[in-house]
């Protein structure tokens, strides 16, 4: 006899105990596996970010491209669908990539561009699986070139970084990796960004040397100092393949000549044409380097990158905001592909077998052409945004909003109704690439944003027209990411940060200084600017308490802590040790103590995590980074609005979780790939969280984080309390499907949410029951996956979701009830009502790649109510309450819900009795009348169910008329099936409908 043990008795038994014998509950790390099943899923948006690497692969529809934050992506199909093959690896930042022309199963990648990186990396099954073949220690890499013949002879561009030391210049290999010699090296400051080589004689190599100043591998300036003074730059040729080197004359060239740093070689004339784009113009030299002219006037033909046509040397290509072309060796140039407002084309590669085949590097992606740039590829297609701060809204569903690097700003349901997220769901709110966005509480067509020239903006979604509600003048200084919040107390309240905390309260029209200069400092000096403009120090991060009116705590970008207990009075508190130089990156009222409050701050040069964490105002605080990786800065922390003392936290490099209010850290990764997580929100029982390279992603459903406690690890089950389950209907897409190619995000698990732990996994079945309030069964699952269809279809396979069966691993299982009855037995009949002997899907009714039902129509919804959930596992029941709530947006009443279900199942009856009898007597005759007659019916109360399930809404009249009238006839033919010798016809009434 199964032993019936409420979870959450068990749960309040096991805490008594600790508490007896320990005094201490929960203040350690946590097994994992508590929530080791849950899954980050990613939203969008599919506009892609900034691309500081590419190969081109000899197959012609083979590409990869490696991002500053995003790993490494491939394409075989010119550009169309792009997959990350990077991950497992873990290093999101990319600086070069190189495919061996010889064996293009050999692919080399160096990695450190916008943050460290930790060496080379080589693939030898095009990029299947990868291994790191050293430099691990270069940090930053520029380039890699291989020799078109051997791929085991190898020269990397190492840029280095203020760590590296002596680990940068020119390493080369002969043996694929395994050994090293560092053949260019200057000093510990001259790093290598720019490399390439002749490809009539790959003997001849050049590469620029020179101090990282700016860009990948420079070490970071402190918040508003001018950038620093640039030194120059050196050319170096090699006519060895890089086993000695060089520099080359130079005569002509600027004396400090700086910044990016980019040559090219005109093919055909072997190494003797140069070309070299720089910030004073574009140079030419027709003697390898030794003397150099400036070779247009043109002023658009200045500082990024050159790049030769491999095929004709009178034909080169320069990437700047547009890509600009000549085909007379550099005289004349006509911008070839580009937009208004500056596309960014960065970096461009050509394949040196045919010219017509290019890849681009744009700060919105990578795109391909294969007819030498007339047409390109867009990039709608990567989900690689680089975004800043997230914020969510109260529209149901909710809406994400963000920032996004060099494309504008976002918003993102959090679900849609078309089963997944594509284009059709997602929009600009307006506001510039960078800063906060606010919705207003009470109307979510309504945003607030950053726009340009520090100007804030006003955006209505209903005209999509933007007004200009703020704009900074002379008075006010702003930071590059000018805060915005509304008070949690008043919605019609929004602040602003610049020196001062300002705010509204007729939507911008008027802004009032609540505060001082909150960027002054009583206990030390102003830090002094670097040479260049004065330093323009601003409120870098606000956060008004939850939890007391007027309450608001601020940070600044001199590293100043502020805080106001009334909103009248401030006092400076900012942490010991904190330098003028830092920035207050993000700062956290708390949710559960008004006194509370976590500062994330940035030190220049300094890649070490800072969190802070205070309960008394202020007066004291305590760091708290303990298990978070020391060398990866940290960039936001937020605190859970229901559980007190946890906490999530975001770094350079990953996502972390801490249940005992930041003493201790441990990974909250689960699948979500690396990069840099920039931002978080919790929306409700959500986790979202912005990356600086790869998207938006929400966790789902913080309920086993919530309930998290020591008893659960020492159970060896636990079935934790499901949150309130939401009646949706998930995909009400009426036209025709989106192709699979298309890039979409994913809709959250539907239905209700059933998490369990198993300490290990069971030897035999586990069952979860539904039942009602009645104690009727609803619905049964087991970890039994059901057999395998036995008809064919007329679509291909990958539509269809896999077969429903129960988890059941060690750890933490997720499992979603889809809060239906189960599917009803329906024959395969065709859309033109004939009887097929494989499955006809006529209709766009949950088409999703991988998630489309197999059997259609499922069955009825269940109306909004209480229901209980039961889970059996060996002789031990496990039972938890589960509330279903209405989708708020829906008109229909209860009763109109009740309604709609009662005629669901009814339907469903008469579904089974037709099935089954319709295979009985076509077992005795397979042309039987009576079983055609039953057959129609059959099909008939299937296209209505379609129907009655279409939609939240009281059945109608003719609808109802339409059932009964089917039911009737239903049961006219099975009275007369029931004188057919060996057949078993139920007797009762089998549906209704009036």
């Keep these: 006899m199964r032993k019936l043990i409420p979870a959450a008795a068990k749960t309040v038994i096991t805490l008594c105990v600790l508490l007896l014998t320990s005094g201490v509950v929960f203040t350690q790390q946590v097994d994992s596996g508590m929530f080791s099943g849950m899954r980050w899923r990613l939203i969008g948006p599919f506009r892609a970010g900034r691309v500081s690497a590419g190969a081109i692969d000899p197959d012609p529809n083979t590409y990869y491209i490696g991002l500053p934050g995003g790993g490494v992506w491939k394409t075989t199909d010119a550009g169309q ?136 591998g420079a070490p970071p300036t402190a918040a508003g100092q001018a950038p620093r003074a640039a030194p120059s730059v050196t050319i170096y040729k090699s006519t060895d393949q890089g086993n000695t080197w060089a520099p080359v004359g130079g005569k002509g060239l600027p004396s ?58 009178d034909v080169l290509y320069v990437t700047q905001t547009s890509m600009y072309r000549t085909t007379d060796g550099g005289r004349t140039w006509a911008s070839y592909v580009g937009a208004p407002s500056g596309d960014d084309f960065r970096l461009l590669w050509i394949d040196p077998r045919n010219s017509n085949r290019l890849l681009a590097g744009v700060d919105q992606g990578g795109i391909v052409s294969v007819d030498a740039g007339k047409t390109w590829s867009n990039w709608y297609t990567q989900p690689t945004a680089q975004l800043y701060h997230v914020s969510t809204d109260n529209a149901f569903p909710y809406r994400v909003y963000a920032t996004q690097q060099d494309s504008g700003s976002v918003a993102v349901p959090s679900r849609s109704d078309f089963g997944e997220i594509s284009f059709r769901d997602w929009y600009s709110p307006g506001a510039f690439e960078w800063g906060f966005i606010a919705v207003d509480p009470t109307d979510s067509n309504i945003a607030y944003g950053e726009g340009w020239y520090n100007a804030i903006v006003r955006f209505d ?99 100043i802590v502020q805080v106001t207990d009334d909103g009248t009075s401030w006092r400076e508190v900012t942490p010991s040790g ?112 912005a990356t600086y390279g790869r998207s938006i992603w929400i966790l789902d459903n913080l309920t086993p984080l919530r309930q998290a406690d020591a008893s659960i690890a020492a159970s060896d089950v636990h079935f934790f309390k499901p949150q309130t389950a939401m009646r949706w209907r998930w995909d009400m ?95 395969p009949f065709g859309y033109f009502g004939g009887f097929l002997k494989y499955v006809e899907y006529t209709l766009a009714d949950h088409a999703i790649p991988g998630q489309t039902p197999r059997e259609q129509p499922e069955g009825a919804l269940v109306a909004p109510g209480e229901y209980v959930a039961t889970l059996d596992v060996g002789d031990k029941t496990y039972r938890q309450p589960l509330t279903v709530k209405p989708d708020p947006r829906v008109r229909a009443s209860q009763a109109d819900l009740v309604a709609q279900e009662a005629l669901a199942r009814q339907i469903g009856d008469g579904l089974a009795a037709s099935y089954d009898a319709y295979y009985q007597l076509t077992a005795h005759d397979e042309k039987s009348k009576i079983a055609g007659a039953i057959g129609v019916a059959n099909r008939d109360l299937a296209r209505y169910l379609a129907m009655l399930e279409s939609g939240d809404s009281r059945p109608a009249e003719t609808l109802r008329a339409a059932v009964a009238d089917t039911c009737e006839a239903l049961v006219k033919a099975l009275g007369e099936a029931r004188s057919v010798p060996g057949a078993t016809i139920p007797g009762a009434p089998v549906c209704g409908g009036r």
């Excluded at 293009?104 to 943050?115: L, R």
């Excluded at 960027?519 to 991060?541: C, L, M, N």
């Design 256 to 313: 400090s000549f700086s910044g990016r740093q980019a040559i090219a070689i005109a093919a055909g004339t072997g190494g003797r044409r140069l070309y070299t784009n720089l910030r004073d113009g574009l140079f030419r030299s027709d003697d390898g380097g030794d003397t150099w002219e400036r070779w247009t006037t043109d002023p658009r033909i200045a500082g990024i990158g050159v790049i030769a046509d491999p095929k004709n040397p």
């Design 461 to 559: 979604k209903r005209t999509e027209q933007l007004s200009h509600v703020f704009v900074p003048g002379s008075k006010y200084r702003s930071a590059q990411m000018t805060p915005l919040a509304f008070s949690p107390q008043d919605p019609h309240t929004l602040y602003l940060g610049t020196q001062f905390v300002m705010k509204t309260t007729d939507e911008g029209m008027h802004w009032t200084e609540i505060s001082p200069d909150l960027t002054e400092s009583k206990s030390r000096p102003a830090a002094a600017p670097a040479g260049g403009p004065p330093v323009r120090t601003a409120i870098f991060t606000f956060s008004p308490s939850p939890l007391k009116r007027g309450a608001m705590w601020a940070g600044t970008s001199n590293g």
């Design 578 to 689: 904190v330098p003028s130089t830092a920035t207050v990156s993000t700062i956290e009222a708390g949710h559960h103590d008004a006194g509370t409050a976590y500062a994330v701050v940035a030190i220049p040069n300094d890649a070490h995590p800072y969190i802070f964490r205070t309960h008394d105002s202020g007066k004291t605080w305590q760091k708290i980074v303990n298990g978070l990786d020391d060398s990866v800065s940290a960039r936001v922390v937020r605190e859970d609005p229901v559980r007190k003392g946890l906490l999530y936290a975001g770094t350079e490099t990953s996502l972390y979780v801490s249940f005992d209010d930041g003493d201790n850290w441990q990974s909250l990764q689960l699948n979500l790939p690396t990069s840099s997580m920039r931002d978080l929100d919790v929306h409700g029982d959500d986790l979202i969280v």
């Design 81 to 216: 669908v792009w997959s990350p093959i990077f991950d497992a690896v873990h290093v999101a930042s990319i600086g070069a990539i190189a495919v061996s022309p010889s064996n293009p199963k050999v692919v080399y990648v160096g990695t450190g561009e916008q943050t460290p990186g930790n060496g080379v990396y080589k693939s030898t099954d095009a990029g299947a699986t990868w291994t790191n073949v050293g430099l691990r220690d270069t940090h930053f890499i520029g380039e890699i070139l291989l020799d078109p013949v051997n791929p085991d002879v190898v020269l990397v561009a190492a840029i280095g970084d203020r760590n590296s030391g002596a680990e940068r210049g020119i390493f080369k290999s002969t043996d694929g990796g395994r050994t090293w010699t560092k053949a260019l090296f200057k000093d510990d400051a001259g790093g290598s960004a720019s490399m390439v080589a002749a490809l009539d004689n790959p003997k001849i190599v050049y590469a620029t040397l020179a101090p990282a100043t700016a860009g990948r």
């Design 733 to 827: 897409n009426q036209d025709t499907p989106l192709p699979i190619e298309t890039p979409v995000g994913q809709n959250p698990p539907d239905g209700a949410i059933l998490d369990y732990y198993l300490k290990s996994a069971p030897a035999g079945e586990i069952t979860v029951t539904i039942a009602d309030a009645r104690g009727a069964i609803v619905r049964r699952y087991t970890s039994t996956a059901p057999p395998a269809p036995t008809l064919p279809s007329n679509v291909p396979e990958y539509w269809f979701a896999p077969p429903v069966a129960l988890p059941k691993a060690a750890g933490l299982n997720r499992f979603a009830w889809n809060l239906r009855y189960p599917n009803p037995k329906v024959l």
